[in-house]
């Protein structure tokens, strides 16, 4: 069974920061591409930010210059350091990874449970 635990949510006030982890645990052979996506109340889940095993990056551009994302492969976890914190940035984060479960075999997206962000004007 893979499971993929985040941590680090919060209650946090505007202009302040937040530092979001994602570990994956169980029997896979690799964890590939990993990324944080989000989801507020009446929206849709949209990207915040995604990186490769390799370590290249992509953000959303609402999130651009303020959320780095990293990775430890050694662990299979995922951060999102959150810099410089809207009230827009209040939503749910959920974890994303691609794992490989079995050698030269297609990858699995797998989801974290969620963990709530507010940011207070």
């Known amino acids: 069974q893979v499971k993929l635990v985040e941590s680090g949510g919060g209650l946090v006030q505007a202009g302040g920061s937040l530092r979001l982890s994602c570990a994956a645990s169980?029997?896979?052979?690799?964890?590939?591409?990993m990324g944080w996506y989000r989801q507020a109340p009446g929206n849709r889940r949209e990207l915040v930010a995604t990186?490769?095993?390799?370590?290249?990056?992509n953000y959303a551009d609402s999130v651009k210059g303020r959320f780095t994302i990293s990775r430890d492969n050694a662990k299979n976890t995922v951060y999102l350091q959150m810099s410089s914190l809207k009230p827009e940035d209040t939503a749910v984060y959920y974890c994303n990874a691609y794992i490989m479960r079995i050698f030269a075999t297609p990858t699995t997206a797998y989801w974290g449970q969620g963990t709530q962000v507010t940011v207070s004007s």
């Open positions: 169980g029997s896979f052979f690799r964890v590939n591409a």
């Open positions: 990186i490769t095993r390799d370590g290249s990056t």
